[in-house]
């Protein structure tokens, strides 16, 4: 490490917690149809502030058509559990691809956190050509580099339908280094990872290849059963694969990967979107035992029964909603596990101090297909969407959403459009429970026209750190 230490790299996730609050959240935004450029909003978190729920910042990205989907920060806390660091290395870039173009941006946040500024553009011939990759996704700060998975191929035998996998990029330059696996074994598809650091492990998990999910969801290749159904373990050290989980190809979908913040545990929840065998959603529990690792199924969501009427077609002919689980967030404190049901506008809280017996401690409702839930700051507005991407600030006392999930695929549920709208959430992190902020709601026209997808912090958030100590 140099000499300096970002006053945002917390040793413990105690330290975390009782870090000074947000008070700005970054949300990426995009133009479906690719006309407008993409941009990264800002807004504003500060309750006693003028501006409180409201978008305060937008800058412009270079071009259009990326589909910004998620994105990470360079450097977090992650930095304190390993060495080679020699520069000054703080929480000060956006790391944000774009799903569809390939190309990566890095926003600068220090000269003016409200308007971050582009300052390096890796495009996706320079990912093709170092990693082999396409498609990049999900970006964490680690070892040896800042880690990027990708849901495509560029070169070999799949060419741009894969195997997806992980591209490190250079802390320092953001060049990229080249790819981070040294032997896959089985593994084809990509989508999210994370780890456990002191353990020495990497957990991957699988959506599909980029044909698959550009044009939207192709009801043949979902009960093709055709769709991720894995969650593989890696040697973070060596990249190499060292066992694979089979959930079942009835479990189509494997996305969000929340492993426990406390580095002594070795287990993590994995959010599964749909069954084809009833339309459920459910969540999994990994965890090792001994040498080798296990994943049980310990969350099942059933699907909610709607008339033909409240139904989008694809939907019509098994009249009912599934609940569409897209994302989950597991708190900072380990308690609470939030899971946002994106076909049925459900956020639901669990109480996992056991996280092999979740107990539900809350429920809100907002969109949904067959419900459109009003915000309680417009009741006269229907919403389309319904909480998709959820981030939890690092005191577990607020929990924020946003509406979209891929362009493509929102077309498919709500053929007549999501908008655009963020709302949040306040968490009881002692006794559990969830209300909603009623003067928190940006909305429509504050994105400029743009949809979006990903929030996150200033200074962290529930999904953005890995954490090396316990005192």
Not at 320 to 346: K, Q
Not at 411 to 430: I, M, R, S, T
Request: net charge negative; aromatic share 10%.
């Amino acid at each position: 490490m140099s000499d300096f230490v970002d006053p945002t790299f917390y040793r413990t996730p105690d330290a975390a917690i009782s870090a000074p609050r947000e008070e700005l959240a970054y949300i990426a935004a995009f133009d479906p149809t690719g006309l407008q450029r993409d941009a990264m909003t800002v807004v504003d978190c500060a309750p006693a502030s003028s501006s409180y729920g409201e978008v305060v910042g937008r800058s412009e990205l270079p071009t259009a058509g990326n589909e910004l989907h998620h994105f990470g920060w360079n450097a977090c806390s992650s930095a304190l559990c390993h060495e080679g660091h020699t520069g000054t290395l703080e929480r000060r870039y956006l790391i944000v691809p774009g799903l569809r173009s390939s190309r990566t941006y890095i926003l600068d946040t220090k000269p003016d956190p409200r308007h971050p500024r582009v300052v390096r553009t890796i495009e996706a011939d320079e990912l093709a050509r170092k990693a082999g990759y396409s498609r990049p996704h999900t970006v964490h700060c680690g070892p040896g580099g800042i880690f990027m998975s990708n849901l495509g191929g560029a070169n070999g035998p799949g060419g741009a339908e894969g195997p997806g996998g992980v591209a490190l990029l250079d802390h320092d330059t953001f060049d990229v280094i080249g790819p981070w696996e040294t032997d896959r074994g089985g593994q084809f598809l990509a989508y999210d990872f994370w780890w456990h650091l002191a353990h020495d492990t990497m957990v991957t998990s699988e959506w599909a290849t980029p044909s698959m999910i550009e044009n939207g969801l192709n009801p043949e290749d979902l009960l093709g059963r055709r769709f991720g159904h894995h969650v593989d373990f890696w040697s973070l050290s060596e990249g190499r694969l060292t066992q694979r989980i089979d959930l079942g190809d009835e479990h189509q979908m494997v996305l969000e990967l929340r492993p426990a913040h406390d580095p002594r545990q070795t287990w993590g929840f994995a959010g599964v979107v749909v069954s084809v065998a009833d339309l459920s959603a459910s969540v999994w529990l990994w965890q090792r035992d001994g040498d080798r690792w296990t994943a049980d199924k310990v969350l099942s969501i059933p699907a909610e029964v709607a008339r033909p009427e409240e139904l989008p077609p694809a939907l019509r002919p098994f009249g009912a909603v599934p609940p569409f689980v897209t994302d989950i967030d597991l708190s900072v404190d380990d308690r609470w596990l939030y899971v946002s049901c994106w076909g049925t506008g459900e956020l639901k809280q669990y109480d996992v101090r056991d996280p092999r017996h979740p107990r539900e401690t809350g429920s809100i409702r907002l969109g949904g297909v067959a419900r459109r839930r009003a915000h309680p700051a417009r009741p006269d507005l229907p919403l389309a969407g319904a909480p998709q991407m959820v981030e939890i600030s690092r005191d577990g006392r607020r929990v924020y959403v946003t509406n979209s999930l891929y362009a493509a695929w929102d077309d498919v549920l709500y053929p007549d459009g999501v908008g655009a709208w963020a709302a949040k959430f306040d968490a009881d992190p002692e006794r559990g429970g969830l209300t909603i902020d009623p003067e928190f709601f940006p909305h429509g026209d504050d994105f400029g026209g743009l949809r979006i997808h990903q929030v996150r912090l200033q200074g962290g958030d529930a999904s953005s750190d890995s954490y090396c100590f316990t005192s």
